[in-house]
């Protein structure tokens, strides 16, 4: 049994040993939580913001999360850990910047972004529910749409009209 273990801890080790870590410049923001960045070599990432998902083009405060992430990341300096892929193959990552707040936590707290669909992060699922509580941005609506449901819904839409 010791053995198990033992290869348990190397295993977690070496995960957060080999997370890969970009460094560059935020370039372009797409939406409400995706950015690209380029790095020093020139080569551009898009990457989505890990654990958040704001409103798509379409949907009520789909524009003010797009420009609340542009204020806090466009232009500027920044470290991306990357969390892996979503089942599109999108790239999945943690916004980390010298003397400023996560990204992911001021998208939330201003209601402009639900907590993922699938395995929400508790530290952001408390802020979702002050907002709501409190009634900032999205949650100023009776009953939202999310994000998800939202791409489903067009999605459905697509295949009744072809």
Known sequence: MKPFFAFLILLCCCSVLFAEEINGTVTSVLDGNTFEITLP?????????HGIDSPEKGQNYAEQAKKMLEKLLLNKSITVMLKGKDRWGNRL????????????????????????ERDPLPELE???????????????????????TYRREQTMMQLKSS
């Open 41 to 49: 070599n020139q080569e551009t990432y898009t990457v989505m913001l």
């Open 126 to 148: 408390a802020l979702k529910e002050e907002a709501r509580a409190s009634g900032k941005g999205l949650w100023k609506e009776e009953n939202p749409t999310p994000p998800w």
């Open 93 to 116: 990552g943690e916004v980390h910047m010298d003397g400023a707040n996560d990204p992911r936590q001021e998208l939330v707290k201003a209601g402009f972004a639900w907590t993922a």
